[in-house]
């Protein structure tokens, strides 16, 4: 009976003694130092290398570490047991938190107002007329973000990949309704999963569908948008700005144009980091319910890919 | 029977036609257009030239356009008059809008990661801990913005010339509470009015007060701080970083040098304005109220300054 951590680039030596406390009568391990992958029967995971699970004959549970897979079914060797993901009450509290403070830096026009400083231009303006948001992906985060923006008094549409029906929401759903969706909207936020169908989903095409001058604030996944097309959109003033807080390749290669574009804000992957403690209890409750037979809480399809 | 607009530097068609509509049979003349200065009865001031009132004798009232009047009482030839000030409670939205997204900002390091993007520099980071605010000033303004904030969750202090009481604020007063209002605090906003007494109150000394690594907001009027301390205290990390709305000279004059500052963010007096329709809808009511021998809304102490 044992739990391998397979989190690679990262020290885990808190989350084993968190995991060991709830858990004290299993062997918690870090790969690659698994004494004997026979007996391991739970692995949490978070951009494991390829095949590191394919030696683990009695693997019974997946775990992811956060809230998307779409890192972890890249395995092709995944094997095809129950996975589970973080659901984490305080990673969407900082998420919309984050969400709300880039809806305000850009209504104030703080884009705007720090080039007009290094520029040594004093030019007021009243703030910028934000009144209608898109959020695209209604889970558990977009539906959050959507209600959370309705309560503050915006106009809300909804866009996902299967219809959705949210309380004072307009949802929209599949490429057909995209443009309606999008077509009205001041700021349209980026909560949708990755996977092979929303990879590059934001192309020059479905960008051009966006109301001019809008704004793009990607919070979900570097590949759902194209980013020469996003570039071309932004020179163009297709796109009056972007707040990117997730990228393609993280960190972001030094030469990427992003780094110096004036019109995007960008930020290290910070919007929703998951929290240890809430991951070590969701961690410590799935391996209970795996080895009682039970149903994992907070199951991903992996056919779906979330 | 008039009113005089005595408002240097203004396009001030719209607000005359405006009023107009609200008193039809009154004249409206916009200084120094006026055809007859012994019928004025009001004048509504804001920046007025020094003596612009002394040859209208049986003006009644004083008007201010603003929601301050440290530059009408800056006048020494300005008549003992009731002088009335706007309170506009779309100015008040305005301002709390503007101070919990500059808040939000430094909550979620937009200073700090736009900064690293400017470098090409990946470095995540968890937000600032903002727990704990101090509001200098409590009139209608602060006093909305500590209710305000204490609704969002943090813990608020307040500071005033005379001691105020506001339920779940700690409240504290005079040049001998001033350490303990603002010592804890990780964020100060300053919505003073500008008088003899807080002329240069942000200075060397006080500012030393702040908790090390504290945040400085200032949205009252730029004179209250004193721009080399509030340079010093940066430069030396006493400080972390400051947001100016409002500056002794504005617009800013190109050789200052707030406007190349890595830890000052700059806005050009937006934070809040006017809103016209609140302003005409206010002067036409003191104006009947002064015709009618009531007292004015809105009446601002002479001698105290606000």
Redesign the interface.
């Known amino acids: 009976m044992s739990i391998a951590l397979v989190i690679p680039d990262r020290k885990l030596d808190q989350l084993q003694q968190k995991l060991q406390q709830q858990l004290p009568d299993v062997l918690i391990e870090i790969w690659p130092d698994i004494a004997d992958p026979a007996v391991v029967e739970m692995a949490v995971v978070w951009r494991q290398p390829a095949g590191c699970l394919v030696n683990m004959p009695n693997l019974k549970a997946l775990q992811s570490f956060g809230a998307g897979v779409d890192n972890i079914l890249a395995d092709a060797t995944l094997p095809d047991l129950p996975l589970a993901r973080i659901v984490d009450p305080m990673l969407t509290q900082?998420m919309l938190?984050?969400l709300?403070?880039?809806v305000?830096?850009y209504?104030?026009?703080?884009d705007e107002?720090?080039a007009?400083?290094?520029k040594?231009h004093?030019?007021?303006?009243?703030?910028r007329k934000i009144q209608r948001l898109c959020i695209l992906g209604l889970g558990e985060l977009g539906q959050a973000a959507a209600c959370h923006f309705l309560q503050l008094g915006f106009v809300v549409d909804g866009w996902s990949a299967s219809l959705k029906t949210l309380p004072g929401i307009q949802c929209f759903a599949g490429d057909e309704q995209f443009f309606a969706a999008v077509s009205q909207a001041d700021v349209v936020i980026c909560l949708l999963p990755l996977t092979p169908q929303t990879e590059n989903l934001l192309n020059q095409q479905r960008l051009s569908q966006l109301k001019s001058g809008a704004i793009l604030v990607n919070v979900a996944r570097g590949a759902i948008v194209d980013d020469l097309a996003l570039l071309q959109s932004l020179d163009s003033g297709q796109l009056a700005a972007a707040c990117l807080d997730v990228f393609r390749v993280?960190?972001?290669p030094?030469e990427h144009p992003f780094?110096?574009h004036p019109a995007?804000?960008?930020?290290?992957?910070?919007s929703a980091?998951t929290n240890a403690d809430t991951a070590v209890a969701q961690i410590a409750e799935n391996y209970r319910r795996s080895q009682a037979g039970l149903p994992l809480l907070n199951l991903v399809c992996q056919q779906r890919g979330y």
């Not at 209504?107 to 703080?110: T, Y």
């Not at 995007?264 to 910070?270: A, C, G, Q």
């Open positions: 900082s938190q984050y709300q403070g880039v305000q830096h209504q104030l026009r703080l107002f720090s007009q400083q290094r040594q004093w030019k007021p303006r009243s703030p993280e960190p972001l030094s780094w110096q995007i804000l960008m930020t290290p992957h910070i980091v």
